[in-house]
């Protein structure tokens, strides 16, 4: 079973993977979240995404969610992953997040497009109709 571990500011993956555990009832295995503190130095983060993978990892697979791509956390991140074994999505949401935890039985890089998928269908504006309506993909000149 692929691994997932969530990376974010402190507060925002501790209410990950509680917004997770509460709508399953029960916290799913191989799921961590490592919550980042501005005021930790990138050593200590860089050892605690170490520790956290291996803890994850049952060799399998693991997938990172990331909050911000270009963040410095997100950056060490990048430095761990392996094509096909350790992977990293930046932008994670809850929809995302569930839609992983239901599908990570799959291969990685199947588990990596349900989860795009969830993350993207996650995002309505229902706007003054009352109708959910998703956001544009086409290019805007």
Known sequence: MIGLLILA?????????????????ERPTRLEAVGVDYAQPPEAVDELLKQRLAEVNDGDGVLIFADVYGATHTNLACRL????????????????????????????????????????????????SGRPSRPRTEARP
């Not at 500011?9 to 009832?25: M, P």
């Not at 039985?105 to 989860?115: G, K, Q, S, V, Y």
């Open 9 to 25: 500011q402190k507060d925002l993956a501790a209410g990950l993977l509680e917004s997770a555990v509460h709508t399953l009832g």
């Open 81 to 128: 992953l392996e094509r096909g074994r350790i992977e990293l999505i930046a932008g994670v949401n809850v929809p995302m997040l569930l839609r992983a935890l239901n599908y990570r039985h799959l291969p990685l890089p199947e588990l990596i497009e349900r989860a795009l998928t969830g993350g993207s269908g996650g995002i309505l504006c229902p706007g003054n």
